[in-house]
């Protein structure tokens, strides 16, 4: 706030209020990275909810595909290369059809089990 | 086996395209982005560079600034290698996770290697009687992007 107050006018007042700026500053730099990184995240999960998949899907069918992006990137990228965010969309997407297919084998039931249903009366 | 609940899966059954149709169609748009790459056909080409462990997004005449000293002087010209992507209008390039080094071509010319702004760092504990204060200034280099080239060698 541009030291309101006396605190740009008196000296000791002005000592205390520059020093606790100054300590602020060097604390806002760390919290900095981790502020940027969930601004990123919410981008992220916002574009990708326009084409219909969810951030966690997204993020971990990309690593899958071995496609290393970061985050930034990818936010950068859904904001100016609005057709290039589509196709890492589909590529997610198709990643994760390929895992649901492979998580479901071949079909068939398992030897040595039965099913059958009880009835309760 | 009667239906339950879990005989079949809670995701919607989706069925994958044929794998032969699927590889000629590959094949079909591997060929026509090979040729609008041999003829020219791509207004301005946008990169995804790893560089001084960040990813930058580049494009030709553009300003880059590290945080660190590059071990060449005013004036040298750098080829980038580790491009995660490329892409212009029509099409993208996607690497898993770079692309070729016969792919993709990108110059740089180191400008400027100047030093950052003084940075304080000040600790200060209240009623302790402690604080430290301690000017930081980073060196920093300025790259400025050349030319960003593709050559039509997709398989």
Request: a positive charge; aromatic letters at 8%; hydrophobic letters at 40%.
């Amino acid at each position: 706030q541009h030291f309101r107050g006396r605190k740009n006018r008196c000296y000791k007042l002005a000592v205390r209020s520059v020093r606790r700026a100054f300590v602020k500053s060097t604390k806002a730099r760390r919290e900095k990275k981790r502020f940027l990184r969930a601004l990123w995240i919410t981008r992220i999960e916002a574009a990708s909810l326009e084409h219909g998949l969810k951030y966690p899907a997204f993020i971990s069918d990309l690593l899958k595909s071995q496609v290393e992006l970061n985050r930034k990137m990818i936010a950068d990228l859904a904001i100016y290369e609005p057709k290039t965010f589509k196709s890492l969309a589909a590529l997610a997407q198709r990643r994760r059809q390929e895992g649901f297919l492979a998580a479901l084998g071949d079909g068939k039931e398992p030897e040595g089990i039965f099913s059958r249903i009880v009835h309760h009366y | 086996v009667a239906k339950t609940s879990l005989t079949s899966p809670p995701w919607p059954e989706v069925k994958l395209p044929d794998p032969v149709e699927e590889a000629k169609y590959h094949a079909e748009v591997v060929q026509k982005v090979n040729k609008m790459i041999a003829t020219g056909q791509y207004g301005r080409l946008f990169a995804v560079v790893h560089f001084a462990s960040k990813q930058w997004k580049i494009t030709s005449e553009d300003l880059i600034m590290m945080d660190n000293v590059l071990e060449a002087e005013c004036g040298d010209r750098i080829r980038m290698e580790k491009v995660l992507l490329v892409g212009a209008d029509d099409f993208t390039l996607i690497g898993r996770p770079l692309l070729g080094k016969d792919l993709v071509r990108v110059e740089a010319t180191v400008i400027e290697k100047t030093e950052s702004w003084p940075k304080i760092n000040m600790r200060f504990w209240k009623r302790h009687n402690y604080q430290r204060k301690k000017i930081i200034v980073n060196p920093q280099t300025v790259l400025r992007i050349n030319t960003i080239e593709i050559f039509p060698c997709l398989s």
